[in-house]
């Protein structure tokens, strides 16, 4: 398989001298094209940093990470808006939305911003599978927790980015709503062949992935291919 | 619960902080208009406290009706008969007193070393200055010595630097008989002057000799001798003392120094009442813009900390205790806001002695508000803070926890009062606008004549109306008028131009509102172009069309020599030369203005099918009989062909008491010889002189004389009552004649640029006579229009200057309500130019609505009064879109900085920390 994204021995600290804290120690990753990879791990243990750091939002202290083998961990901010742009999808776990935009408005918003023409094909798909077609004339204060979350995976996927990073995008939503923008998450990389990272530290959501790497202390400590719940739920009793 | 409301501003720090800058805004406009008057104040006060410095004065009692005397001409100050300069003498005698003088204040122009007039604020004064000034004055001298002999001047510091005069130069000064060439002989240095004051002296012997006719001055100056220091009460007992030997028929009294002073500075201030109501209506707009920007940051922050209170309430806070923990708040607000405002509203006011400076007036004058201001301006920032905060305290302590929560992220709807009242004002002030329109129809067709009395008070009714109803009810049209005005800029820039359009409607009430602040300075200033720029077109339609004269020959003094008259004859390429006086004579008890013209006038200068008349004021002229314009007919209820009473002087009896008065004193002086053995010196006969008047002719004998009025007519270039030169000669001393126009014709064929030429250097020698054509007229016209405008630009451009700030205010409170947004929007890739982008359009968008309603009622306001005033001369309405079209570009692009500030905020908002913000 492809790596779409690659890092070596990635290390961050938060803080100096007394109360430094290390989020990553020395981390080795490599994210294959077209792979569901969840990154669980306790609160503290790195998780968020790690995704941060990957997906350009954060700087690193040492090391190197590359997105389709262009070196993203040197580059300026103005260069890092572009890439982000072009290359990145995100998914936070709220307030993903432009509240004084309609719903359609807010999935193409990376089209708009980057001049880019709206593939109307795709996008159809897209709002098909995420089942928010009738849904596109409304305001995000007009919809419900789930259905924005949805909204907010399709506008990820719109720009076809090489890769999506979802921050616990169903950590506000009920069981139900959950299970549905996971389905739809899962769907678009076996169908379209998407490359998505997850961060999570819920096992059912986890276990809708094709590999699961869990961090503890700033290191990975176990990386699991297509764990079943039971198996992701066993690691992190450990 | 203060604890709470501390920690909670300490929390807040960047909300709480906008709101004290909102206040400071506010108050510092108020500031720098109050600080404007002081100095406007202060500046006429301390005109008098050196220049006037004696401690008593000695003048006339005022005027009865019956008599009359020469020095009504001299305008503001005195109403009041003439005294007897032998009075000094007998003063002088007093043990107490050190000197007693004829106080000799003549207006002049005097010339600087480079042959040009030496400019002043207001004209340059000629005082008479005794023999041993220096000793009593308190003014010192700087170099050369006191004027002597005849043609000798003194000067003071600052008008020799202004003329760039030095000791034994020679120049010229020009008073209103003539043109004297005079030597300086020294400079004087006075303790304290006004700024732009400026004085020339003259020995006082030959200013008496050169000034005082019959005996007469108007005033004495006296200095007392004290024993111990110089207090209220020795002087009022020199006062007493004085007042004692006073004659019963001397018609005078004595005043304090400082009471002379304090009359004439209240009289000044009288004189200019016009610039207080200018300061008040500046500090009542100031007031509106600062409380449109103050109860805006308010109502924002407010609403913003509405889910913050809802949890309050939640764990168990009382409503009361919610709403006096917002009212605090309030209260540090204000307090601060207001301190600061009054720092940054006295620095701004700095500006105007540069400003002035440009207008070739050095002030050196400290504008600091006083106590009293500063208590009011705290007063206004405290209150407006806290009225600004009761509606939102009283619904954050309100409102169940609850629905809190979730109203916070929806926009509170108009209220219905303001919409109630807007739509009031509204209607009452279009039916307003339909009247004044159709005037005409109201008043003669449907009989309603009394409305003619307010028309100007509907005019201006209907004007501040509309732009009270647009304020009230702007937050209705802001959706419409924005959706229209950013269409093209969601076409070209399709992201920032959506994303802009979007945060502007979210917010559309605080988004109207700061549009409004700089909506109404808008307004005002595009008011004030159009109907400056409608007074220049219609006084110079009038000039263009009114007047037949090829030359009209003028002095900035508004007084020419008489001797001017006899130069401009001797040019003879001239078909005509009519020269205009003026006096003040009273009918009715009430000075009025006549103008005295010579049979020929109109029908050499003026063309008398433009104007409108009754009775045929060319006969009228030839009778003898009085023009009355219309205004004053219509205020006095003077009808055609009705006779009144004009006071005047009797001078027949004048001359026949001269010849008697000349008798007498060849008689007394013959009788001083025989007594004393030898011939009588000069001040002896003037002494002998002084009292033979002082008998024969007390007083001007006075006659009423009656005149038919003529014909009533509406001439807007003669403002007063026209009468022929032989009958004003008639009643009229020379001295009361002030020469103020001349009118010429050329004769056929002459070139006009060649004789103008001729007769500008024949009026040269007296320097401030210019000769103007018709351009020339309208040109001097415009440039005075110009200077009042400039002012009212300066002030006005602090509001607006305000209003913008309040734009960056709105904005960077805005920014932070929207930190989460932003940092999605960088995180998916909105680049720092765009986020850029985005607030500019946002800023531009408020300030392009404001703009453009303010420029709509600007000239609505203009339309309006024109409209009101167009019987009384306002006939054409000129609106300069160029002028308008300056104004909205300087506008905009402010309001294009003014989105800079903000927007380096947003760029420095780091993203992760950004979407995780509360």
Known sequence: ?238 | MFRLAFKNAKSHLGRFLLSIIAVALGTSFIIATFCFQTAINSTIDSAYASSLNADLFVRGVPETQSSISVSQLSGITQNRQQIDVSLAEKIKELPDVQIAYPNINKSIVAVSKDEKPIYSLGTIMLRGIPENFLQFSGWTLESGELPQADNEIILEKQTAIQGNLSVGDTTKIVDDKDILDVRIAGILKAPLLAPGELLVGMNQSQAEKRYISDGKVSQIAVWGKFAGEKTAASIDNLRDEIKNILPNDSHAEVISGDQMRQELSQNVKDNIGFVNTFIIIFAIIALFVGCFIIANTFSMIVHESLREYAMLRAIGASSKQVFSTVIFQALVIGVFGSAIGTLLGTALIQIIPLILKNFGTDINISVLPNIWQILIVFAVGITISLISAIFPARKAGKTPPVQAMSEAALPKPIGIVRIIVGAYFLISSLSSIILIMNFDYFTNTLGLHSLENYKSFLASGAASGTLLAVLLLSPLFIKPVIWVLSSPLVFFSRVSGKLAKGNILRNFKSSANTSSALLIGVALVVCCSVLASSVQTSVSSIITNNIKSDFIILSQNLRMPKSVIDKVKQDNSLASVNPLYISQLKINSEATPIISVEDTFFKNNLDLETFSYVGDPNEALEKGELIVPKYLAASQNFALGQYITINGVDKDKVEKDKKTIEQNVKKSVLEWAQKNLKQPDDSIIEQIKNDETKKVMPDLPVVEKQFRIGCIADIMVMPGIIINHKDFDAITMSEQQVLFRIFVNLKAGENSEIVKNELQNKVKDYYTISVLDKNGLNSILGSTVNIVLNLIYGLLALSILIALLGIVNTLTLSVVQRTREIGLLKAIGLSNSGLTLMLGLESFLIAIFGTVLGVVLGINGAVATQTALKDSGLSDLTISYNNIAVFVGFVVVFSVIACLLPARRAKKLPILEAIAAD
């Open chain 1, 1 to 238: 398989m492809v790596s779409q994204l690659k890092a070596y021995k990635v290390f961050k600290k938060y803080g100096k001298a007394e109360t430094e804290v290390v989020a990553l120690d020395y981390v080795d990753v490599e994210i294959s094209q077209g792979q569901f990879t969840a990154i669980m791990g306790p609160s503290g243990s790195g998780k968020s940093t790690l995704m941060h750091t990957l997906a350009g939002l954060d700087s690193i202290n040492s090391g190197e990470i590359f997105l389709n083998n262009i070196k993203i961990s040197n580059l300026s901010q103005k260069k890092l808006t572009k890439i982000r742009r072009d290359n990145i999808g995100f998914i936070f776990q709220q307030f993903n939305l432009v509240p004084t935009l309609n719903a359609r408005e807010n999935i193409t918003l990376p089209l708009d911003i980057a001049h880019k023409k709206v593939d109307f094909e795709w996008f159809d798909k897209i709002v098909n599978i995420f089942g928010i077609k009738d849904r596109l004339k409304h305001r995000p204060s007009e919809l419900s927790g789930g259905q924005q979350q949805r909204v907010a995976c399709a506008r990820a996927l719109v720009t076809r980015p090489a890769i999506i990073f979802a921050d616990e995008p169903t950590g506000n939503l009920d069981s139900k709503s959950s299970g549905e923008v996971l389905n739809f998450l899962k769907q678009s990389v076996d169908e379209f062949g998407q490359t998505l990272v997850l961060v999570t530290h819920n096992p059912r959501a986890a276990s809708y992935a094709d590999r699961v790497l869990v961090l503890a202390d700033g290191k990975i400590i176990h990386d699991l291919a297509k764990p079943s719940y039971d198996q992701v739920l066993q690691v992190f009793k450990e």
